[in-house]
């Protein structure tokens, strides 16, 4: 079992910046890969970013690379999103997400574990 838990959503105006941090915890945490999805109302959820405890980032979405940068710290079992130049678009609920295994896979029916999900809002 592996429980996950975001923190860090908030309002935010366009061209700001948001932090979102994940922390993991369970005793399988090790053997998962991480991610983090967004889903906007009335969208689909979609995988934003995932990376494994190495530190190496898997995947990014191709409308958030450059601005978006992903993070983990196996020692405190943390995963972060530095969100920067927000857009718009980039509004919706945020979620945390564990995958047993090395890969990730961009369908959210293929994940195992995922927090509640924090909100970020961009004003324009």
């Known amino acids: 079992q592996v429980q996950v838990l975001e923190s860090g959503g908030g309002l935010v105006e366009a061209g700001g910046s948001l932090r979102l941090s994940c922390v993991a915890s369970?005793?399988?945490?090790?053997?998962?890969?991480m991610g983090w999805f967004r889903q906007a109302p009335g969208k689909e959820r979609e995988l934003v970013s995932a990376i494994n405890w190495s530190g190496r980032a898997l995947y990014y979405v191709d409308s958030v690379k450059g601005r978006f940068s992903i993070s983990s710290d196996n020692a405190k079992n943390t995963v972060d999103l530095q969100m920067n130049s927000l857009k718009a678009e980039d509004a919706a609920t945020y979620y945390c997400?564990?995958?047993?295994?090395?890969?990730?896979?961009?369908?959210?029916?293929?994940?195992?574990?995922w927090g509640r999900g924090t909100q970020v809002t961009v004003s324009s």
């Open positions: 997400a564990a995958r047993y295994g090395r890969d990730y896979w961009l369908s959210p029916d293929t994940w195992d574990y």
């Open positions: 369970g005793r399988a945490v090790s053997t998962t890969v």
